[in-house]
């Protein structure tokens, strides 16, 4: 069964810090682009990040830059998004999808065939 496992959300304290992980079964990452897309509450999705299927090219949103770094594992078949001085306009559910692309990566949401379940990232002191 494919699927993607998010993981490693939770509440964090302003300026605090978390590190999500996108875990893959049922098929290899190695050959996917991977995204990580987030949802706040009343608001529409929106792209955080993205890695190339090599790893060699990333992408992030403007909101994030400079604070948040993906990263991946081919051979955990795992990948990774490093949330750093989290603010509260971070809160949201974040989700992983993975793309079957062979050079970059994609803001575009159809273009994810696998998507996880999400998990909440709540930023509050």
């Known amino acids: 069964q494919v699927q993607l496992v998010e993981s490693g959300g939770g509440l964090v304290q302003p300026g605090g810090s978390l590190r999500l992980s996108c875990a893959a079964s049922g098929f290899t990452l190695n050959y996917y682009a991977i995204g990580w897309f987030r949802q706040a509450p009343g608001k529409e999705r929106e792209g955080v990040s993205c890695?190339?299927?090599?790893?060699?090219?990333?992408s992030y949103a403007d909101s994030v830059k400079g604070r948040f770094t993906i990263s991946r594992d081919n051979a955990k078949n795992t990948v990774y998004l490093q949330m750093n001085s989290l603010k509260p306009e971070d809160t949201a559910v974040y989700y992983c999808?993975?793309?079957?692309?062979?050079?970059?990566?994609?803001?575009?949401?159809?273009?994810?065939?696998?998507w996880g379940q999400g998990t909440q990232v709540t930023v509050s002191s």
């Open positions: 999808a993975a793309a079957s692309r062979r050079y970059g990566c994609s803001w575009f949401s159809y273009e994810y065939m696998y």
């Open positions: 890695i190339s299927s090599s790893g060699g090219s990333t």
